[in-house]
């Protein structure tokens, strides 16, 4: 389909992946850039996709592109056919040494004389630079800057994808507030650097301490948040009595000053009832409030949908 040197030496200049499909899905020509990429990443076996169908390569994809593959062999088809002019997605191709993304596009192949459809142009840009600098970004948004743990964005997205999955599927899900003990004080008294120092390892008690599945989030102020996927209220409580021991224990130097810390605790769980993760943050909200009015440096825990004393640790 491409007689003349003079359009093989176009194709092979683009630094993007091209290959040329037939009516049928048939690849008829590829790009240097092609060939040099499947030659990197075939594991030393010399592979000619001329000839291959292009539809039969998307129906056997395997790894993270097979995920994009159907959809892939939607546009492309719909190309073929003549129903789109283009077609693109973005997918992952990443390698076991690097991290890799590219956008696929796809557009008819046509004669300058010629409506008819006589194939499609493939092509495969790497896009590997932007995905990493979209992915900081989104980083940034969801962290928070002081203590470099979750923010309440991000925290607010994982609940509700949590809860959802929970009400779907069936399971536990837990929530601790935390909230930290005279706060106020340690900032007037020692000055707001050492307050940050104070979150900041309160907040390395929460990495250290909770599993890779949880997710603690501060939401503001000394106010924290955890998400406990999976755990019931025994569980919970266990998890919670934890960390506020973790916390009581924090020796904090600020300046010639060593500083401690306490933590109240509220624990709330997800109940049948619920119809949002708001209902399971309110309860634990309230078993905080119960913390607080004991006293403060202690757990409690309220069991709307349970026959239990809320005041119990």
């Known amino acids: 389909m491409l007689d003349g040197g003079f359009a093989v030496a176009v194709i092979d200049a683009l630094t993007s992946h091209i290959c040329v499909v037939d009516p049928d899905g048939v690849i008829v020509a590829v790009n240097q850039t092609w060939k040099d990429f499947t030659a990197a990443n075939s594991n030393g076996d010399v592979v000619d996709h001329i000839g291959v169908s292009y539809l039969d390569v998307c129906r056997s994809s395997t790894g993270l592109a097979a995920l994009e593959a159907p959809e892939f062999l939607r546009g492309l088809r719909a190309v073929l056919r003549g129903e789109n002019d283009l077609f693109q997605i973005e997918y992952p191709c990443h390698s076991p040494t690097e991290l890799r993304w590219f956008l696929a596009r796809v557009s008819p192949l046509r004669r300058r004389d010629s409506t008819a459809t006589d194939g499609a142009v493939v092509s495969h840009m790497n896009i590997t630079d932007r995905k990493l600098a979209e992915l900081d970004v989104a980083r940034l948004a969801a962290t928070d800057a002081l203590t470099g743990i979750p923010n309440r964005r991000f925290l607010d997205e994982f609940a509700a994808i949590e809860f959802s999955r929970v009400t779907r599927f069936g ?13 106020k004080v340690i900032n007037d008294e020692n000055g707001h650097p050492a307050g940050d120092e104070v979150l900041r390892k309160v907040a390395m008690v929460g990495f250290n301490v909770l599993r890779a599945c949880d997710v603690l ?3 503001g102020g000394e106010e924290f948040v955890c998400m406990l996927p999976g755990t019931d209220a025994a569980g919970a409580r266990v998890a919670a009595e934890k960390l506020r021991l973790e916390i009581e224990q924090l020796s904090i130097r600020s300046g010639p000053e060593t500083l401690s810390v306490t933590a109240s605790i509220g624990v709330g769980v997800i109940c049948p009832g619920d119809t949002s993760i708001s209902d399971v943050m309110r309860r634990a909200d309230e078993a905080l409030y119960l913390a607080k009015s004991a006293g403060r440096n202690c757990v409690r825990f309220l069991p709307e949908c349970r026959d239990e004393d809320p005041s119990a640790s």
Request: aromatic share 6%.
């Open 171 to 183: 399971g536990a899900l837990s929530v601790l507030m935390i909230d930290l003990d005279h706060f």
């Open 217 to 219: 989030a501060r939401i």
